[in-house]
């Protein structure tokens, strides 16, 4: 299973970015997806995350209201719109594929990493 991210780059506060992970290798509909943040000296944490169907989605209470996860499962992809990003939202973007799961929020439970996208939001 391979992942692909792509999107990432600098915007001002108050502005939008969407982030791509295109997945190749693997029968897609089966993963749920999920988006993770890594900013400089801290630990890697969850964002937001979509089940296989597109039914079900979480997300983390700092990009409530702001950012979207979705998938087009035809194109193997998942996207992350980001919208009023804030300069704390500025991190390496990593999309991430969970096998055996319905939906999840937990790092441990996801299978594959793709390479990661820069966000850098200036104040």
């Known amino acids: 299973v391979q992942l692909q991210a792509s999107g990432g780059g600098l915007v001002q506060a108050g502005g939008s970015l969407r982030l791509s992970c295109a997945a190749s290798g693997c029968t897609f509909t089966t993963y749920a997806m999920g988006w993770f943040r890594q900013a400089p000296g801290k630990e890697r944490e969850f964002v937001a995350s979509i089940s296989w169907s597109g039914g079900s989605t979480y997300y983390t209470d700092s990009v409530k209201g702001r950012f979207t996860i979705s998938r087009d499962n035809a194109k193997n992809t998942v996207y992350l719109q980001m919208n009023s990003l804030k300069p704390e939202d500025t991190a390496v973007y990593y999309c991430?594929?969970?096998?055996?799961?319905?939906?999840?929020?937990?790092?441990?439970?996801?299978?594959?990493w793709g390479q990661g996208t820069l966000v850098t939001v200036s104040s």
């Open positions: 991430a594929a969970a096998l055996v799961v319905v939906n999840t929020t937990r790092l441990n439970e996801y299978d594959y």
